[in-house]
């Protein structure tokens, strides 16, 4: 008992650090939604590149790492899921689970997250692995980031997706909960202003009769109207080569030097496809294709190595080491305070204490 609860409390200091670097304009969201099935896409702005693919099993127990005299969410995970992570396994920075949802993050200096008061308590990277987790569509993201208190020091906004095609923008503004979907949600794309900053700004670029403009540079909102724009223009040809099509939003809305990830994930076929500042080749894991039942061997990719096409079968088995390799590159981040390395290899271990229940066979 002692030692869980000194590994909970070095996990209240890992995650005050983090992400406490600023993320000025970093990343890019945005669905394009086709007949043939809808596919989300993200570029991972950022200035380190190393980072896990990790297949995350169901059936596991789990409790949220939170700050001292906060009450932890606790849950069994229902689904498996494929996420990118770069703070270590559990603690994603996006991914898509085996029914089709899909959930990113993104910086948002605006945030300003509600107190919890009663609330149960969980960080916000883990809470997108609760999220992939729990939920078969993004009516249960949005339920839930009111239910619980959603917070941490990473000022972020999130956008979430599922095989529909239906989207969901949550924000966190000036202590509340801020939710789009739906009819509220016209289009669901997201970069690093708030929503509504960027809708009013996409509208100013329409050009009210005359010629539309598209914006130019990699500032968050000429991001957000090139991103739009191209998925517009994907689904009104009908996206003939729906995946490539992507890729090439994708590569607009790059930034140079910055952009380390690009993933599209097909929520209807359960297919992600990625690239990396590392390796420009596309890869493609398919969710159908693994066991993701509790009781098999968890998988990871190193999302630095080589290779091209279908990787499902060439995953590696999970090791602490290459997480904690991982977490160590993570903290090489410029502006991003280093913690203890015994607080980096707890956070390294902490998966290594999920126990297998088997409650979530049965989806």
């Not at 990790?54 to 995970?77: C, Q, Y």
């Not at 739906?182 to 690093?192: G, Y």
Request: glycine letters at 8%; aromatic letters at 8%; hydrophobic letters at 40%.
């Amino acid at each position: 008992m002692r030692s869980t609860m000194i590994r909970l409390a070095l996990f209240s200091c890992v995650f005050a650090l983090a992400l406490s670097g600023p993320w000025a304009d970093a990343c890019t969201s945005f669905l394009v939604k086709l007949s043939g099935g809808p596919l989300m896409a993200k570029n991972y702005d950022w200035d380190v590149a190393d980072g896990l693919l990790v297949v995350n099993p169901r059936g596991l127990a789990k409790t949220a790492l939170v700050a001292d005299g906060e009450k932890p969410v606790r849950w069994t995970s229902r689904y498996g899921s494929i996420t990118f992570n770069q703070y270590g396994r559990e603690f994603p920075m996006g991914g898509m689970n085996e029914a089709g949802l899909a959930m990113e993050v993104l910086w948002l200096s605006e945030t300003d997250y509600p107190e919890p008061g009663d609330r149960q308590s969980i960080r916000t990277l883990q809470w997108v692995q609760y999220c992939l987790d729990s939920f078969r569509s993004v009516s249960g993201v949005v339920a839930s980031a009111s239910e619980l208190a959603v917070g941490g020091t990473a000022t972020l906004h999130f956008l979430a997706c599922d095989p529909t095609g239906n989207c969901a923008v949550i924000e966190f503004l000036e202590g509340r909960l801020i939710s789009r979907s739906e009819r509220t949600l016209p289009l669901p794309a997201l970069t690093n202003n708030t929503y509504n900053d960027s809708l009013d700004y996409l509208n100013r670029t329409l050009g009210y009769g005359g010629d539309p403009v598209s914006p130019e540079g990699p500032g968050s909102l000429a991001r957000y109207a090139r991103a739009a724009n191209g998925a517009h223009a994907v689904r009104s040809r009908g996206g003939d080569q729906p995946v490539d099509e992507t890729f090439a939003i994708l590569a607009d809305v790059a930034q140079p030097n910055r952009t380390q990830w690009s993933i599209v994930y097909e929520l209807q076929e359960g297919r992600v496809h990625f690239r990396t500042s590392a390796n420009k080749e596309v890869r493609t894991v398919d969710l159908s294709k693994l066991d993701l039942d509790c009781t098999a061997e968890p998988l990871i990719l190193d999302l630095m190595s080589e290779g091209s096409g279908d990787m499902t079968s060439k995953l590696k088995s999970y090791n602490a080491e290459a997480n904690l390799r991982t977490i160590r590159a993570g903290y090489t981040a410029k502006k991003v305070t280093t913690p203890s390395t015994e607080t980096i290899e707890a956070m390294a271990g902490y998966p290594d204490g999920l126990l297998c229940t088997f409650a979530a066979n049965e989806k």
